[in-house]
């Protein structure tokens, strides 16, 4: 029987609806230690193992103690050995290395963890290239290639393996930001190393590709149709991005390039909204909210990787009519045939929304292109 060990780092993704652009914030993990923010990275891991309980008899698990890992397995009813060691809250990174040391000493197979691109980080110091990993993501940043494309398809992975399916391993790139700087506004991201990851390219994401989209016809192309599509009165929620800051531009209004926007119809353009924030304005406008937004170059994601703030409950009510996707021709080759992604939190959603969809790659111009949520 496969051995896979679990770790979760229950702070991940707290800054991501709020619209921190980040969790490592010693507050922000405070207020959640204390109960005034909610924890989002356990849910993340709860959708991961509750599609493993009806295979439970084919594995076995070790994990780190209480938030760390035992407590959603007992939540979800995966039968499990606890590591003795003890932890204190709010749990740091070293936490996190001792840990993942910890189960590699145990000899597991597999190294599961939950967590963002910093979670990555920590997990690598600790083991190295050589032990074989699978991260779920539940960060703001996700950058590095070692994550599965959402929990869902990380447990459509691990059920390949312990159905005893043949399953290659290749190092997948270990990348994370600087959280200040990006709270400025500006991307440094590093090259920490690589770590040995199953290799399933339908389940495993991409590395990210940066860059800002210099093709300024195009944008000015998408500018104008976009202006031509949505009426007046509209309330137009601006995802992150270079291509959507770019349309932006275009229509006059100097956006955030790492926050979410709104244009406002009466009160013009308002910067960096949370999730709360947002959620206030969309509940007054109904259908008469759009959301535009662009696919992460090189991975494909529009939903679920740095636009937290745009919830599911808000997405629900918006509508798939009135989200707004645009990416250049260029930006979609690098996706190399692969599906756009949607990650939002709520697996029902996404799966509601695979399918095809248009993507407006420039003036009254648009590709049929495939969504998949699940």
Do not use: C
């Amino acid at each position: 029987m496969i051995r896979i060990g679990f770790i979760l780092n229950p702070y991940a993704g707290l800054g991501g609806p709020s619209g921190f652009k980040g969790s490592d914030l010693p507050h922000l993990q405070k207020s959640a230690h204390e109960g005034a923010v909610q924890l989002l990275a356990p849910n993340r891991a709860a959708t991961f193992w509750s599609r493993l309980v009806s295979h439970q008899d084919q594995f076995n698990v070790v994990a780190a103690p209480g938030l760390l890992g035992s407590d959603v397995l007992s939540e979800v009813g995966i039968a499990h050995e606890v590591l003795p060691n003890e932890v204190a809250y709010p749990t740091t990174p070293a936490d996190t290395e001792r840990f993942a040391q910890a189960l590699v000493a145990y000899g597991v197979d597999l190294l599961v963890f939950v967590g963002g691109d910093g979670t990555a980080r920590d997990v690598y110091r600790a083991v190295g290239a050589d032990v074989k990993v699978l991260g779920i993501p539940a960060g703001v940043k996700m950058h590095s290639g070692v994550y599965a494309i959402n929990p869902q398809s990380a447990a459509a992975l691990v059920k390949q393996l312990i159905e005893g399916q043949l399953m290659a391993a290749r190092h997948q790139e270990v990348r994370d930001i600087d959280e200040a700087l990006f709270r400025q506004g500006r991307v440094q991201a590093q090259h920490y190393g690589e770590m040995l990851v199953p290799e399933a390219a339908e389940y495993v994401q991409a590395v990210k590709q940066g860059g800002i989209e210099n093709e300024e016809l195009v944008l000015l192309a998408m500018a104008d149709d976009l202006r031509e599509k949505l009426g007046e009165g509209m309330l137009i929620i601006w995802a992150p991005g270079s291509t959507t800051l770019g349309v932006l531009a275009e229509w006059g209004h100097q956006g955030t390039l790492l926050g979410v926007d709104v244009l406002h119809p009466e009160r013009g353009l308002l910067k960096d909204l949370n999730a709360d924030e947002l959620t206030g304005l969309v509940s007054g406008y109904g259908d008469k909210t759009a959301i535009v937004l662009t696919a992460i170059g090189g991975q494909g994601h529009i939903v679920g990787r740095g636009n937290q703030q745009i919830t599911p409950d808000i997405l629900r009510s918006v509508g798939l009519k009135n989200l707004h996707i645009l990416a250049s021709k260029e930006k979609l080759s690098t996706l190399q045939g692969r599906p756009l992604l949607m990650d939002s939190g709520d697996a029902g959603l996404d799966n509601e929304w695979s399918g095809w969809v248009d993507v407006q790659t420039g003036y009254q111009e648009t590709v049929m292109y495939e969504l998949r949520g699940g």
